[in-house]
């Protein structure tokens, strides 16, 4: 496998780690609020759970793990791991873009950090 499909699945795992983030959300916004008691509450996730947004949240889940296995068996961990705080942009930037949350100069700071890390730690 060359290295660039090594980093394309990288960027597939982030992908996928962050549609499940958003999945959930949106199953989130569109139920209802969460029961008080506990019986309702235990009702309340297993609907969830079987909700197919929350479903292919979960499958995301396990095609990023497949991916980032494949990713493994050509980049040391110590080099591609720090890649997946991508995740931490993605959701920032996503939330923004999907949930109206806001991005706040705080976030943005962190932010830069974050990609710096990145960088820095993913050398050599």
Not at 8 to 15: K, N, S
Not at 95 to 107: G, I, L, N, W, Y
Request: proline residues 8%; aromatic residues 12%.
């Amino acid at each position: 496998m060359n290295p660039l499909a090594s980093y394309a699945l990288v960027g597939l795992t982030v992908l996928l780690t962050v549609y499940g983030q958003f999945a959930i959300k949106w199953q989130i916004l569109a139920s209802p609020p969460m029961p008080t008691d506990p019986h309702g509450r235990f009702v309340y996730v297993a609907q969830l759970f079987l909700s197919p947004l929350v479903i292919s949240a979960l499958v995301a889940a396990v095609l990023a793990s497949v991916s980032w296995m494949v990713a493994l068996t050509r980049l040391p961990l110590s080099h591609a791991y720090p890649m997946t705080a991508f995740t931490f942009v993605a959701v920032v930037l996503g939330s923004h873009t999907f949930f109206a949350e806001p991005v706040t100069t705080p976030k943005l700071v962190g932010l830069a950090f974050i990609v710096t890390g990145i960088i820095v730690g993913s050398q050599g």
